[in-house]
């Protein structure tokens, strides 16, 4: 069951919760319902860059060739911005399993590098009935701003079983 906005915010042992094993995903999503705050990071290498870059086709030479990065500004590559959404996505999912991304925004301000950590925060904001909405956060390893947004999700909710579907007993 949720708690509602009011008491995550109220609650004394509101603090941040921060996990990157697969096994820790149950109590993340405690956790996260009880203190509206999760967390998680990541560091993505050049073959990350190189994976994504294949799969996606987006092969834009700043992201792929450190030469054009060094010629735009950039001392690295530069981490596509869907990675980072990746990670926010796979929090949203390990913190409110089986959830509905109804409607999502994105801000850049920042570039995270190739080989920098980055971490991903997520706020719950706002619960009504079975919408949630959350803000996240994106810092580098310097706490500069890489990427902020936010989203309104759909929770899943299970449907009661309805008696006269089930197989009755006795009858014969």
Known sequence: ML????????HPGRRWLCSQAASEVPLLVLEFLKNGVACTSRQFTSDD???????????????????????VGFD??????????????????QSLPNCVVLSQELHFPQALLVDET???????????KTFVSVK?????????????GDARLALAIKKP????????????
């Open 161 to 172: 079983r309805n008696p006269a579907s089930s197989p009755s007993s006795g009858d014969a």
């Open 49 to 71: 860059i190189s994976k994504f870059a294949q799969l996606t086709g987006d092969c834009n030479a700043i992201h792929t060739d450190r030469r054009t990065a060094n010629e």
């Open 3 to 10: 708690v509602s906005f009011r008491r995550i915010l109220a």
């Open 118 to 128: 980055v971490t991903v925060s997520l706020e719950l904001i706002e619960r009504r």
């Open 136 to 148: 996240y956060t994106c810092r580098d390893t310097s706490r500069r701003v890489v990427m902020h």
């Open 76 to 93: 690295r590559c530069v981490v596509h911005g869907a990675l980072l959404n990746g990670l926010v996505s796979g929090l949203i999912a």
